[in-house]
């Protein structure tokens, strides 16, 4: 009696904590994609100085955000992000604008898909 009562309280725990963690990954997603936005903004305006400012912000949460994705996801694709950010802040400082927006165009793509990815449904799954 006692095995199937520990189990099941295993997987209430494990599915609380899943969800949790579901839940953490798209509001840290939504924040960072917001950042992204005001990047893509100045750059649309030709503002190379306050672009590298929000660049330079999205990098500083991304790696706070980064220490808990790395627990739930493929490292793959947060080594991407990464390099999308390493080509964006070289294309800002050389003043090359369009390759820097399609840089973070990269890095919002990303940015959305990794924690749609995680989410535990169907399209995960297949």
Request: hydrophobic share 50%; net charge neutral; glycine share 4%.
């Given at each position: 009696?006692?095995?199937?009562?520990?189990?099941?309280?295993?997987?209430?725990?494990?599915?609380?904590?899943?969800?949790?963690?579901?839940?953490?990954?798209?509001?840290?997603?939504?924040?960072?994609?917001?950042?992204?936005?005001?990047?893509?903004?100045?750059?649309?305006?030709?503002?190379?100085?306050?672009?590298?400012?929000?660049?330079?912000?999205?990098?500083?949460?991304?790696?706070?955000?980064?220490?808990?994705?790395?627990?739930?996801?493929?490292?793959?694709?947060?080594?991407?992000?990464?390099?999308?950010?390493?080509?964006?802040?070289?294309?800002?400082?050389?003043?090359?604008?369009?390759?820097?927006?399609?840089?973070?165009?990269?890095?919002?793509?990303?940015v959305e898909?990794?924690p749609r990815?995680?989410?535990?449904?169907?399209?995960?799954?297949?």
């Amino acid at each position: 009696m006692r095995l199937p009562l520990v189990l099941a309280v295993l997987l209430i725990a494990f599915l609380v904590l899943g969800a949790f963690a579901e839940r953490r990954m798209r509001d840290t997603a939504r924040e960072l994609g917001a950042v992204l936005r005001e990047v893509k903004g100045a750059i649309t305006r030709q503002e190379k100085e306050k672009a590298l400012t929000g660049l330079r912000l999205f990098e500083s949460r991304w790696e706070k955000a980064e220490k808990t994705w790395a627990l739930v996801t493929d490292h793959h694709e947060m080594d991407q992000v990464h390099l999308a950010i390493d080509r964006a802040d070289e294309y800002l400082s050389a003043g090359r604008l369009p390759e820097a927006a399609a840089e973070i165009a990269s890095l919002s793509f990303l940015v959305e898909h990794i924690p749609r990815k995680e989410t535990l449904g169907l399209r995960s799954v297949f």
